[in-house]
């Protein structure tokens, strides 16, 4: 009896120590009731860095609800180490399917392999990985960062088009490393590259937050004279720098042309207001496509290798018109 007791208590205290092995924020778990066939996900996020994150997470955990599917979310809070963490945890806990957005693009090798070898299936979704060996993976779902970059760039080529004069540009990237900061650097370089006259004078990383996207902004202000245009990979980070540009005494939006990645409710306001000038859509409501892409993959069915989000861009006129509607 004494025996059983503690094996109890011995599973009872490894099951606690799973939980909270689970990434920077620990993992939370939302029941379903399930059934025979019910699905547990593990889900690891980046964190909750932006406006886009935040719809994201609320997009995967309802949808998961809907879909009657138990997820296991762990917040890594832009950690690597927190996300091989929450990864390793997942298949102790031998979930149906590991679902994760990678918060940087290298290193994931080795995770992933252990969760091929346990014969649970992975989906990357919005961020990809750079493994050569795609079989670590069932499918990637998100947006083309590449393209987004592009359309910023091509918006920027547009509105200069009868300039002559240099054009000094001013670069908040997102988080190093990441496939968003690299594909949004990578897309927008190569369609303003045609063009001389478009000169990135400084670029560095905002981290996709608001704050570091402020902090960053006052140092190119100081440090860069002639500041034209100011090109921010995500919404929150123009944010930020339009605080800074403000601060400065310039007028965001006029003296400053901003151009930014997301387009979730306050970057939507800030360029419906004239504070931002463009706008290139990211979605974050990738639940729903994403617990599909999940029932298929558990039950053996073949999915595309790369479901790519489908995306918009904003004027300022349009922004106006669709405001109201915005569901994030
Ligand atoms: O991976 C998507 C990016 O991550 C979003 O554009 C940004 O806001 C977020 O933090």
């Given at each position: ?28 778990s ?23 994150r ?50 940087v ?135 930020g720098?339009?605080?800074a ?7 965001p ?73 915005r569901?994030?």
């Amino acid at each position: 009896m004494a025996k059983r007791f503690s094996a109890l208590v011995a599973l009872a205290v490894g099951a606690l120590l799973t939980t909270s092995c689970g990434g920077g924020g620990g993992t939370t778990s939302a029941g379903t009731g399930g059934g025979g066939d019910a699905i547990t996900m593990g889900f690891s996020q980046v964190g909750a860095e932006s406006g886009w994150r935040t719809a994201n997470t609320k997009s995967v955990q309802d949808s998961a609800k809907n879909a009657g599917i138990t997820l296991k979310f762990s917040d890594a809070q832009q950690k690597q180490e927190n996300q091989i963490k929450a990864i390793r945890s997942f298949i102790q806990q031998k979930v149906d399917v590991i679902a994760f957005s990678p918060v940087v693009e290298s290193g994931w090798d080795t995770v992933l392999m252990e969760a091929k070898n346990a014969k649970i299936p992975v989906i990357l979704t919005d961020r990809a990985v750079d493994s050569k060996d795609t079989s670590l993976y069932k499918t990637f779902l998100g947006s083309d960062f590449v393209e987004e970059g592009k359309k910023a760039g091509q918006w920027l080529v547009q509105e200069y088009k009868d300039s002559k004069d240099p054009v000094n540009i001013v670069e908040l990237q997102g988080t190093t490393g990441s496939a968003p900061a690299n594909d949004r650097k990578a897309g927008f370089a190569e369609v303003i590259g045609a063009d001389p006259k478009f000169k990135i004078v400084a670029s560095q990383t905002g981290d996709f937050t608001r704050a570091k996207g402020k902090e960053v902004m006052e140092a190119f202000l100081k440090s860069t004279p002639d500041i034209d245009v100011l090109y921010a990979h995500n919404d929150d980070m123009g944010l930020g720098a339009i605080e800074a540009i403000e601060g400065a005494g310039k007028v965001p939006g006029k003296d400053i042309k901003i151009i930014t990645v997301d387009a979730v409710k306050d970057g939507m306001q800030a360029l419906a207001d004239g504070k931002i000038n463009f706008i290139v859509e990211c979605s974050p409501l990738l639940g729903p496509q994403l617990m599909d892409l999940a029932k298929k993959v558990v039950k053996g069915e073949q999915v595309p290798a790369r479901v790519v989000t489908e995306e918009t861009t904003f004027t300022q006129e349009q922004a106006k018109q669709v405001l109201s509607s915005r569901q994030y």
